[in-house]
């Protein structure tokens, strides 16, 4: 255990003085255990010390991956553990428009997942030097040598010193609302459910409403159980949710009482302006920074890929301009979905798009 052995000024020794907290050095401090901090810590040069922050929790997406996170693994040649895997994949999916009554099937591909024993999985490539502490960051001190981050780990407070700061810690970053407060982004509420499965519905279907949601909701099957979930505008978003929630049952889809409720905030990048990668000594990957799709909410392969591409840019000079000079690709990717994102939420080019047919599966 290393203590404090360096003033960080008032407010750093009063909290001693209060808490007798432990400090504790590393070269990285990663906040945040999913794909994008899992993903980092894995990749980091072995002669740095780092310490990750997370919580053991199930983010509330539907634990989808992508054919672009699937080629993450593949071109890794690494292979999920079955125990991962949920039942009923996915080729294709069913759009449904609620508010203009269509409905149509297009051609996706999916690995569907748990997504908790997906992010635990992940965090087991994680090496063992690397100090795991479960808790939430309640505080973050910029130094004039590093970061002092302040962690609630099992009621206990702990406070954790880093030359390097990593926000890994997704759509509502406190690393970012934090560090970098006017790198503004916007912002949906994510509401999930989980219930037993006791009436016939697609293996993933996605929902438009926009009597409800200028966004999209979506079900999945999950094994004998399903998922119903949406994104939302933070005001009135639960009741939002519980009238989609009832316009769904029109179409047969019987729900019943949840097993589950959970949320959280979702980022949805409203232009690449608002991708937001960091500065001097602290960086943000993933969700966090703004990479995630504005069209699906797709985050999961951007956030390996963005991490991984951050854990490189350690071994040169300039991290922060390689880091730039690496993720052009992601960044224009996602201008290419922000194209896409009027056909498939103006509700009059939706319907003219699934009214012509376009792409769709032939019945």
Known sequence: MIYCEKCLGKDCCDLFAKVKIKMRKFDFIIIGGGPAGAVFAKNIDEKYSSCIIYLNTQKPCGGLLSEDAQKYFADRNIALPQEVVADSQISCVDTIDIHQNLLRKYRRYYLNVDRLKFDEWLRGFVPEKTEKICGTATKITKTDDGVAVTVLSNGEE????????????????????????????????SIQQLFELNTAVPSYACIFDEKTTECCAWIIKKGD??????????KNCRESFDN???????????FGEPIMTEACMLARPKSTGQIFLGEDNVYLAGEAAGFVSP???EGIS?????AETLAKAFNTKNPLKYYKRHTAYLRFVIFLKLLKCPFMYSPFLRKAVMKSGICAVKK
Do not use: Q
Not at 178 to 187: E, G, Q, V
Not at 244 to 254: D, F, N, T
Not at 302 to 306: F, G, I, L, N, T
């Open 295 to 297: 069209s699906s909410f």
């Open 244 to 254: 989609l929630k009832e316009r769904v049952e029109k179409y047969g889809i019987h």
């Open 158 to 189: 702990i406070t954790v010193f880093g030359k390097y700061l990593i926000g890994a810690d997704g759509g509502d970053s406190t690393v970012r609302k934090n560090i970098f407060p006017d790198k503004k982004i916007r912002r949906y509420v």
């Open 225 to 234: 159980k399903m998922l119903f979930g949406g994104a939302f505008e933070a």
């Open 302 to 306: 951007r956030a390996m890929y963005s």
